[in-house]
């Protein structure tokens, strides 16, 4: 039967249809796009740590149910640092986007945060010792001109937000989480490690909404809330998680860190459409520079890969 199985399943990767593969990976990116603006929506109630809590908690309980065999195993002293390690940097980067959200437009937001793509072989270099290669370091002086010009109030004078610079930050702490991740899933079970991330990360935002938010309200019941909330657990990052899974498998890894780095067009897509988010000149001149760099940081990768929890 598992010799079966085995030959079932290796028949159905190679007939796969590439292009239905790419579609997969397209539409995950256009899936984390909207959870931006959702985000937006669910946090018109629910306060940012109170949300990632709930969206935590119920990555964790699908996770244990469908993978535990794979997960108990690992769960031994030698992963608690690295548990805690890319806990504590999920936690930062969630908490620093999702605190910047409540105050800037969705996708200004996703194209701020963005800049993780550029940022992770200069993580690479401080974390690894691997030096980044020169293409990097264009692509970080472009990346750095495009939020310049994103912070061009009124076209004219410089000027960033308190919610700008979370979200800057969001990248910089982002860079060094993926960095912790590759190097961590090459000693342990990728799985058992993105389950003690979210339950690691979990604590700590639930921890910090019990201290410092205020407690859940029926404000929470409201449709569109309840909409958001699980357009984000099922939406953005169970359907999505898995798409991109199945997609990784049957695109080249160069195409597919393009395709999926659209999720930034698709966040101010949907923004502009549904939130009424407003473009200046200076925005898109900045939204365009700030793409440019991350598609030069994924066509010519460093010793990384993309990916997404």
């Given amino acids: 039967m598992a010799k079966r199985f085995e030959a079932l399943r290796s028949r159905w990767s190679r007939s796969f249809p590439p292009n239905l593969a790419r579609l997969m990976l397209l539409s995950c990116a256009a899936l984390w796009g909207g959870s931006y603006l959702l985000a937006k929506v669910a946090m ?3 306060t940012p740590q109170w949300l990632m809590t709930l969206r935590m908690a119920g990555a964790c309980a699908c996770m244990f149910i469908l993978f535990h065999r794979r997960i108990m195993p690992a769960l031994n002293r030698s992963i608690i640092i690295p548990a805690l390690v890319v806990g504590l ?24 945060t963005a800049s993780y793509c550029v940022l992770t072989p200069f993580a690479m270099w401080v974390v690894s010792r691997i030096r980044p290669k020169s293409i990097n370091l264009v692509a970080g002086v472009i990346c750095l001109i495009g939020v310049g010009f994103v912070s061009l109030k009124d076209g004219r004078s410089l000027s960033l937000s308190v919610g700008d610079w979370l979200t800057i930050a969001t990248g910089i702490i982002f860079s060094f989480n993926l960095t912790c991740l590759g190097v961590y899933t090459k000693r342990f079970d990728p799985i058992a490690v993105t389950f003690v991330q979210f339950a690691v990360s979990g604590v ?39 798409m991109q899974n199945i997609g990784l ?16 067009l698709f966040a101010v897509l949907f923004s502009t459409l549904f939130w009424g988010e407003r473009l200046m000149w200076s925005s898109l001149v900045g939204f ?20 997404r929890n």
């Avoid at 760099?293 to 010793?303: G, K, N």
């Fill in 288 to 307: 365009a520079l700030i793409f440019a760099a991350v598609l030069m940081s994924v066509i010519r990768p460093t010793r990384h890969s993309l990916h």
């Fill in 204 to 242: 700590l935002f639930l921890a910090g909404a019990v201290l410092t938010e205020p407690a859940p309200d029926a404000a929470w019941l409201a449709p569109p809330v309840l909409a958001s909330v699980l357009y984000l657990f099922l939406g953005a990052t169970m359907t999505a998680q898995i």
């Fill in 89 to 112: 940097t999920y936690w930062g980067t969630m908490i620093t986007q999702m605190t910047g959200l409540t105050t800037i437009d969705p996708g200004r937001s996703a194209f701020l």
């Fill in 249 to 264: 498998a049957h695109v080249p890894a160069s195409q597919a860190s393009i395709i999926m780095c659209t999720e930034c």
């Fill in 44 to 46: 018109a109630a629910i």
